[in-house]
């Protein structure tokens, strides 16, 4: 399924999608700082230039195995003549092109792969083309950035499994009622939190009405590097029959030098 995104250029938006492995913008949004009334116009205009096909084709000979290049030959023939039209649509259908696509209904549009749309963009206007590659570089670095968070909570949240069945081994007793076993698995989850943050998962609830969803959520990178130690040590220290307070101290000291080796300028007092 491909995933939608709108960026803001000159106060235009732009809709990307990330489709088949590729990034593709909307080049019918790009083609309304031309015409606003009719941006498909445009880029019927630009698509039966010569240079363009010339360009199109040969991304797609590098870019596309199933590329027709038998009839792709006629159309950079016919480019350019007075007769010679061209629409997203045809270039598909003629040429099994994947460079550039159609979408219809809310969202829809013609989208091209993004060097494609730079280079339109570009035809377009210049400035514009500059304005649009800043702005979805902006965007694929916070990408970047959201995916390497989303992999560090991913990793928190596995670890977080080994070091709940710790607790289930360890930890409870046989037969206890679900009440009971929430509890201990509450309390655990607590260890951690004032280890690390020094406040239990209901006191920073308490000092954060306006906030949704929980502590950790709101944790660094680094903070959730040093949980998912953390989440391992404990359950370690669980198997070993260690008792809760000595472990809290000991987890808390594992945190404050995790964290001032991941922070330069970490002299965080996490518990006193």
């Known amino acids: 399924m491909a995933k939608k995104t709108i960026i803001q250029v000159k106060d235009v938006e732009i809709k990307t999608i990330h489709q088949n492995g590729m990034d593709y913008i909307c080049i019918t949004d790009i083609a309304r700082q031309k015409n606003p009334v ?10 039966r230039v010569k240079n363009t096909l010339e360009y199109l084709g040969l991304w797609e000979k590098l870019n596309n195995p199933c590329f027709k290049g038998v009839e792709f030959d006629p159309l950079l023939s016919e480019a350019g003549s007075n007769a010679f039209t061209m629409s997203p649509s045809r270039w598909v259908e003629t040429t099994g092109a994947i460079g550039i696509i159609t979408k219809n209904g809310a969202g829809g549009g013609t989208y091209a792969q993004r060097d494609i749309a730079f280079k339109f963009a570009s035809w377009v206007s210049v400035e514009f083309e500059l304005y649009l590659v800043k702005e979805f570089q902006r965007l694929k670095e916070e990408e970047q950035k959201m995916l390497g968070w989303s992999a560090k909570r991913e990793l928190s949240k596995i670890n977080y499994r080994i070091h709940t069945d710790a607790i289930k081994s360890n930890l409870i007793p046989q037969e206890v009622t679900p ?19 020094g406040m239990t998962a209901k006191q920073w609830r308490d000092a954060n009405p306006e906030l949704k969803g929980n502590i950790r959520d709101y944790a660094t990178i680094n903070e959730l590097i040093c949980l998912s130690n953390m989440e391992n040590i404990n359950a370690v220290l669980i198997n070993e029959g260690i008792a809760q307070a000595d472990r809290l101290v000991k987890l808390n000291q594992i945190a404050i030098q995790q964290m001032q080796v991941l922070e330069e300028n970490g002299n965080r007092n996490l518990l006193k």
């Open 179 to 197: 009440l009971q076993a929430s509890i201990i698995y509450a309390e655990e989850a607590d260890v951690l939190n004032v280890a690390m943050f």
């Open 38 to 47: 009719e941006p498909k116009d445009v880029v019927k205009n630009w698509m």
